[in-house]
């Protein structure tokens, strides 16, 4: 137990030196969610990298329900966090499959809002996100897994800026847990 603790310690110390370097800016900043911000968090360059998104999903898959099995989130954000959880999950032996929920519903072959292997319903999913500020965008995935009869608990974050998400989540019944906060990067 004592060697899991270090190496997630250390694989966590490992991810942060690469969000530092990669994905954090100081200046003067608006966001997705329209609000002002002295600190941007841009997570892609960490997460479309082979290190970057193998310790990402590393940590996740420790985070995550055991009892979700599958994935889910917003197309573009949580592409690579949705395939990188569910390769990791297999290579461990677990089933895990994903779901990617797109902003749009396709106009075209059979107009669907999700993308992945059929579920049955009440399946347990799990939402990934790169960065909650306001939880708008994990809000609407969630709405899109109950439409379609899926049960979610929770939001997994890479980082969880602090500006009300977690009590939006709280607001749905769904729990947020983030690797990080921006305290970490302030």
Same mark, same amino acid.
């Given at each position: 137990? +004592?060697?899991?603790?270090?190496?997630?310690?250390?694989?966590?110390?490992? $991810?942060?030196? $690469?969000?530092?370097? /990669?994905?954090? /800016?100081?200046?003067?900043?608006?966001?997705?969610? &329209?609000?002002?911000?002295?600190?941007?968090?841009?997570? +892609?360059?960490?997460?479309?990298?082979?290190?970057?998104?193998?310790?990402?999903?590393?940590?996740?898959?420790?985070?995550?329900?055991?009892?979700?099995?599958?994935?889910?989130?917003?197309?573009?954000?949580?592409?690579?966090?949705?395939? &990188?959880?569910?390769?990791?999950?297999?290579?461990? &032996?677990?089933?895990?499959?994903?779901?990617?929920?797109?902003?749009?519903? +396709?106009?075209?072959?059979?107009?669907?809002? #999700?993308?992945?292997?059929? $579920?049955?319903?009440?399946?347990?999913?799990?939402?990934?996100?790169?960065?909650?500020?306001?939880?708008?965008?994990?809000?609407?995935?969630?709405?899109?897994?109950?439409?379609?009869?899926?049960?979610?608990?929770?939001?997994?974050?890479?980082?969880?800026? /602090?500006?009300? &998400?977690?009590?939006?989540?709280?607001?749905?019944?769904?729990? $947020?847990?983030? #690797?990080?906060?921006?305290?970490?990067?302030?």
């Amino acid at each position: 137990m +004592k060697n899991f603790v270090q190496n997630k310690n250390i694989n966590k110390d490992n $991810l942060l030196k $690469l969000l530092i370097e /990669k994905s954090y /800016k100081k200046g003067n900043f608006t966001l997705a969610s &329209g609000k002002q911000s002295a600190h941007y968090l841009n997570c +892609k360059p960490v997460s479309l990298n082979g290190t970057g998104l193998q310790l990402i999903s590393d940590l996740f898959l420790e985070l995550m329900d055991p009892s979700s099995k599958a994935v889910a989130g917003l197309t573009l954000g949580a592409d690579p966090l949705v395939s &990188g959880v569910i390769v990791m999950a297999a290579s461990r &032996g677990l089933l895990l499959d994903a779901l990617i929920i797109r902003k749009e519903i +396709k106009e075209h072959g059979t107009k669907a809002g #999700l993308e992945g292997p059929i $579920l049955e319903e009440g399946t347990v999913v799990t939402v990934l996100e790169d960065v909650v500020t306001t939880a708008g965008s994990a809000i609407k995935a969630i709405n899109k897994l109950r439409e379609n009869n899926f049960l979610v608990k929770e939001v997994l974050s890479i980082v969880d800026r /602090k500006e009300g &998400g977690y009590e939006a989540l709280q607001e749905q019944n769904i729990k $947020l847990k983030s #690797l990080f906060s921006i305290e970490d990067f302030v």
